[in-house]
């Protein structure tokens, strides 16, 4: 381990996988390492016994749930949108060899006591339950709106400069109801909260716009897919990226201790007596605490069940978002739901998960409305942990810190932070929409 | 869902860093060899087609990508290997006591369904080395090991002039094969996400 290198990665969760691949395939000598025995971090997914030994102690889990190596119990449940910047990441890196895929069954919002399938086309709007006859033709229309509408062409923005008027405004134009233009910024834009309504339009509408691109993009009926196995092989596959272009990977490293010189910049990390030096530093906020700022806490529950989320037309695999009004919230709860038939669990078992940014500090009472909605379970976890990002300077320290994974069930919030990293890191731009060029052009 | 006919086989290659465990890949496949030694850059896993009874398989054989140096392979290098390919250097004592680790690492990690009777394969590589002068584990002494591992294959090779890599291999296909055919795997259908040579070669078609 005494050696030098250009970058150091502490940590193995799924964002500094993703750097530690991009870092290694431009060239850079990187070192990676982690305290654990896995990878994935607090992004891994776990077997049943890693499962009881962190929510239970030191018990073994009842035999009747079947074989341990069977469950892949994701830490951050996620999905992928199939247009997202995740996808795009790894079809730029060619990861997508190390793994499969299938598609998420269903997209789901709780509106009006109910939970709905989310529409987000003209098409499925004028099927769909979640709206009167009148409304659906208004949300049609908007629907129409949204899809036509390219930045670069004046003809679709039907008068309005969407980074002027708000979103509000523009649902107003519509004539929208409250139920409708909640599904919408929830469900469809993915917004956590409330606060877009009083926001330039632009945003919400482009990411509208992913939701229906990424629907379109398997012909699923979800605009998202998830890994076999889970969401703990992305982190494998982007380090198996770094080895194969160099990378070194030192698991089962405890005590990863940051050096820094006089001036307060980073000059290696000592682990086990042997200090490797480097340039930078790359990690999770557990890595370097005193460098990172509490932002919030998320509230999760997990849960082990026999049988699919009721109400959601026996999906194996599902979403189910509650926008904050539905439940009289500062942000949305999300449910989460996988099973066999994405090996993550063994035949007939299902893994379902609940989180939202915590407003109390009683997880269970908290999360009630999402684990209602499970129905009964096998077996039901409940934890918060702490999110953090970073206030260091890193032209100062040369530390690049991520932040925390966030409650929501998709990633482009995280690949925003990877990509926003990589350019703090690098001085580039990470240019991903090359390969959408040509995914288009094999679409023509 | 029903379970799929295998046509890709998943070969692992495992054993201490500096065996020839990518020479011996790039031999097979390639009939290459490099004597410029670095812990592996650049290897990834290599197909090659393989013929039995006129059915055609794709045999996937992975390298560890230098990760195994720190003893770094995570769970998903081990998920779904039909065959474990076990190298030592005959040169090199510690390479061959450190063969019970990585067996025992493969059956933790993969956790086969009938880990009695998984297919290993043994290969002791490098023996062109110095014309076999500094040999130090002998022929008798691999061949009792294998023994006490339930009588696996062995095969002496150097990955460097070319000896025995093919009947190695050959060998590792066939218990690959039949390992494969007997596990009923759960296959669920998977969507093409799709690669960037994919992408560039059917834009390119346009």
Redesign the interface.
Same mark, same amino acid.
């Given at each position: 381990m005494d050696e030098e290198y250009e970058v150091i990665v502490l940590g193995t969760g799924l964002k500094e996988c993703i750097l530690s691949g991009l870092l290694s395939v431009d060239g850079v000598k990187v070192l990676h390492m982690d305290r654990n025995d896995?990878?994935g971090g607090e992004s891994t997914s776990l077997n049943l016994n890693q499962l009881w030994k962190k929510f239970r102690g030191e018990e073994k889990a009842p035999e009747h749930l079947g +074989?341990s190596?069977d469950y892949n119990v994701d830490m951050m449940p996620k999905f992928m949108m199939g247009n997202g910047k995740l996808?795009r990441t790894?079809?730029?890196t060619?990861v997508?060899?190390?793994? !499969?895929?299938? +598609?998420v069954d269903g997209s789901y919002v709780f509106v009006k006591g109910k939970v709905q399938k989310v529409p987000a086309t003209p098409m499925e709007a004028l099927k769909s339950s979640l709206m009167g006859i009148f409304e659906k033709r208004r949300a049609g229309k908007f629907f129409s709106f949204v899809q036509e509408y390219d930045e670069k062409d004046p003809k679709t923005h039907d008068g309005m400069d969407l980074t002027r008027v708000t979103t509000k405004e523009l649902i107003a134009k519509y004539g929208l109801d409250g139920n409708t233009i909640d599904f919408i910024g929830h469900a469809v834009a993915l917004h956590t909260n409330d606060q877009h309504l009083d926001q330039p339009a632009f945003d919400t509408v482009m990411r509208m716009k992913l939701y229906a691109e990424s629907l379109a993009r398997?012909q699923?009926t979800s605009p998202y897919?998830y890994p076999?196995?889970g969401l703990?092989?992305l982190p494998? +596959?982007f380090?198996?990226l770094s080895?194969?272009?160099?990378g070194?990977?030192?698991?089962?490293k405890p005590e990863c201790k940051v050096e820094f010189d006089e001036g307060g910049k980073v000059i290696g990390v000592t682990s086990e007596g042997e200090t490797a030096k480097c340039k930078k530093i790359v990690c999770d906020p557990s890595y370097l605490p005193n460098k990172v700022r509490k932002i919030g806490r998320v509230a999760r529950a997990i849960a082990i069940m026999s049988h699919p989320i009721p109400n959601t037309n026996d999906s194996h695999s599902v979403q189910v978002i509650i926008p904050q009004k539905q439940l009289a919230r500062k942000s949305d709860m999300y449910v989460f739901c996988c099973s066999?038939?994405?090996?993550v669990a063994p035949?007939g078992k299902f893994i379902a998960f609940v989180s939202t940014d915590a407003e109390t500090d009683n997880p269970q009472t908290e999360l009630k409305p999402g684990t209602d909605l499970l129905g009964p379970v096998d077996e039901i976890f409940f934890d918060m942990y702490d999110r953090y990002e970073p206030v260091n300077e890193p032209e100062l320290d040369n530390c690049f810190i991520s932040t925390s994974y966030d409650a929501t069930t998709h990633f482009e919030t995280t690949v925003a932070d990877v990509l926003n990293m990589y350019t703090l890191i690098t001085g580039k731009q990470l240019d991903l929409s090359v390969?959408l !060029?040509? +995914?288009s052009?094999?679409e023509? | 869902?029903p379970s799929r006919r295998r046509t890709l086989l998943k070969v692992i290659i495992l054993g201490d860093s500096g065996v020839g465990k990518t020479s011996l890949m790039n031999q097979y496949v390639n009939k290459k060899f490099s004597n410029q030694y670095k812990a592996t850059?650049?290897?990834?896993f290599l197909t090659k087609e393989v013929q039995f009874e006129d059915r055609l398989f794709t045999l996937q054989i992975w390298d560890t990508?230098?990760?195994e140096? /720190?003893?770094?392979l995570?769970?998903? /290098?081990y998920?779904g290997a039909d065959c474990c390919v076990l190298v030592y250097d005959v040169n090199s004592m510690k390479s061959f006591e450190n063969l019970n680790n990585w067996r025992e690492e493969f059956l933790i990690q993969a956790?086969p369904s009938d880990p009695e009777n998984f297919p290993f394969v043994l290969i002791g590589n490098k023996v062109d080395v110095d014309d076999g002068n500094s040999r130090v584990v002998s022929e008798k002494k691999a061949k009792a090991w294998c023994a006490s591992k339930g009588n696996i294959p062995y095969f002496e090779t150097s990955a460097k002039v070319g000896t025995n890599v093919e009947e190695a291999f050959q060998c590792i296909a066939k218990d690959a094969l039949k390992s494969g055919e007997e596990e009923e795997l759960?296959l669920?259908?998977?969507?093409d996400?799709?690669?960037?040579?994919q992408?560039?070669s059917?834009?390119c078609e346009?």
């Amino acid at each position: 381990m005494d050696e030098e290198y250009e970058v150091i990665v502490l940590g193995t969760g799924l964002k500094e996988c993703i750097l530690s691949g991009l870092l290694s395939v431009d060239g850079v000598k990187v070192l990676h390492m982690d305290r654990n025995d896995y990878y994935g971090g607090e992004s891994t997914s776990l077997n049943l016994n890693q499962l009881w030994k962190k929510f239970r102690g030191e018990e073994k889990a009842p035999e009747h749930l079947g +074989a341990s190596r069977d469950y892949n119990v994701d830490m951050m449940p996620k999905f992928m949108m199939g247009n997202g910047k995740l996808v795009r990441t790894l079809i730029h890196t060619d990861v997508t060899k190390y793994l !499969s895929f299938k +598609a998420v069954d269903g997209s789901y919002v709780f509106v009006k006591g109910k939970v709905q399938k989310v529409p987000a086309t003209p098409m499925e709007a004028l099927k769909s339950s979640l709206m009167g006859i009148f409304e659906k033709r208004r949300a049609g229309k908007f629907f129409s709106f949204v899809q036509e509408y390219d930045e670069k062409d004046p003809k679709t923005h039907d008068g309005m400069d969407l980074t002027r008027v708000t979103t509000k405004e523009l649902i107003a134009k519509y004539g929208l109801d409250g139920n409708t233009i909640d599904f919408i910024g929830h469900a469809v834009a993915l917004h956590t909260n409330d606060q877009h309504l009083d926001q330039p339009a632009f945003d919400t509408v482009m990411r509208m716009k992913l939701y229906a691109e990424s629907l379109a993009r398997f012909q699923g009926t979800s605009p998202y897919i998830y890994p076999l196995y889970g969401l703990g092989e992305l982190p494998q +596959a982007f380090a198996r990226l770094s080895a194969v272009y160099g990378g070194t990977y030192m698991l089962n490293k405890p005590e990863c201790k940051v050096e820094f010189d006089e001036g307060g910049k980073v000059i290696g990390v000592t682990s086990e007596g042997e200090t490797a030096k480097c340039k930078k530093i790359v990690c999770d906020p557990s890595y370097l605490p005193n460098k990172v700022r509490k932002i919030g806490r998320v509230a999760r529950a997990i849960a082990i069940m026999s049988h699919p989320i009721p109400n959601t037309n026996d999906s194996h695999s599902v979403q189910v978002i509650i926008p904050q009004k539905q439940l009289a919230r500062k942000s949305d709860m999300y449910v989460f739901c996988c099973s066999y038939s994405h090996n993550v669990a063994p035949k007939g078992k299902f893994i379902a998960f609940v989180s939202t940014d915590a407003e109390t500090d009683n997880p269970q009472t908290e999360l009630k409305p999402g684990t209602d909605l499970l129905g009964p379970v096998d077996e039901i976890f409940f934890d918060m942990y702490d999110r953090y990002e970073p206030v260091n300077e890193p032209e100062l320290d040369n530390c690049f810190i991520s932040t925390s994974y966030d409650a929501t069930t998709h990633f482009e919030t995280t690949v925003a932070d990877v990509l926003n990293m990589y350019t703090l890191i690098t001085g580039k731009q990470l240019d991903l929409s090359v390969d959408l !060029s040509a +995914a288009s052009a094999a679409e023509e | 869902m029903p379970s799929r006919r295998r046509t890709l086989l998943k070969v692992i290659i495992l054993g201490d860093s500096g065996v020839g465990k990518t020479s011996l890949m790039n031999q097979y496949v390639n009939k290459k060899f490099s004597n410029q030694y670095k812990a592996t850059i650049g290897a990834d896993f290599l197909t090659k087609e393989v013929q039995f009874e006129d059915r055609l398989f794709t045999l996937q054989i992975w390298d560890t990508a230098g990760q195994e140096r /720190f003893q770094s392979l995570g769970v998903a /290098f081990y998920r779904g290997a039909d065959c474990c390919v076990l190298v030592y250097d005959v040169n090199s004592m510690k390479s061959f006591e450190n063969l019970n680790n990585w067996r025992e690492e493969f059956l933790i990690q993969a956790s086969p369904s009938d880990p009695e009777n998984f297919p290993f394969v043994l290969i002791g590589n490098k023996v062109d080395v110095d014309d076999g002068n500094s040999r130090v584990v002998s022929e008798k002494k691999a061949k009792a090991w294998c023994a006490s591992k339930g009588n696996i294959p062995y095969f002496e090779t150097s990955a460097k002039v070319g000896t025995n890599v093919e009947e190695a291999f050959q060998c590792i296909a066939k218990d690959a094969l039949k390992s494969g055919e007997e596990e009923e795997l759960y296959l669920p259908d998977t969507i093409d996400v799709g690669t960037s040579n994919q992408q560039r070669s059917t834009g390119c078609e346009c």
